[in-house]
């Protein structure tokens, strides 16, 4: 059973960026697929972005309020995936939590305690 721990989380200006980072532990990171899924109050779970496990090639997904502006990385050497997060926008900020892709791209096994981000206008 892998265990995420996020962190990199914030407050931040309307079109600032912040990078989040998970590490992983137990399990074997390079052989998931991970991604990273948000929560804001009194809103449903939502699929941020997702990367393919390393010997697929590393495919990504992004929803589409993200596309353009987020992007997902993984170091397998760390045990590590990332979210660089650019322009971000107030309607960004949200509980973002770390995950284990189970289903390509947004069904998830398991996830970390999150980690706040908050866009202010």
């Known amino acids: 059973q892998v265990q995420l721990v996020e962190s990199g989380g914030g407050l931040v200006q309307a079109g600032g960026s912040l990078r989040l980072s998970c590490a992983a532990s137990?399990?074997?990171?390079?052989?998931?697929?991970m991604g990273w899924f948000r929560q804001a109050p009194g809103k449903e779970r939502e699929s941020v972005a997702a990367?393919?496990?390393?010997?697929?090639?590393?495919?990504?997904y992004y929803a589409d309020s993200v596309k353009g502006r987020f992007t997902i990385s993984r170091d397998n050497a760390k045990n590590t995936v990332y979210l660089q997060m650019n322009s971000l926008k107030p309607e960004d900020t949200a509980v973002y939590y770390c995950?284990?892709?189970?289903?390509?791209?947004?069904?998830?096994?398991?996830w970390g305690q999150g980690t706040q981000v908050t866009v202010s206008s």
């Open positions: 995950a284990r892709v189970a289903g390509w791209p947004n069904q998830f096994a398991s």
């Open positions: 137990g399990g074997t990171f390079s052989e998931y697929h």
């Open positions: 990367i393919s496990w390393s010997w697929s090639g590393g495919s990504t």
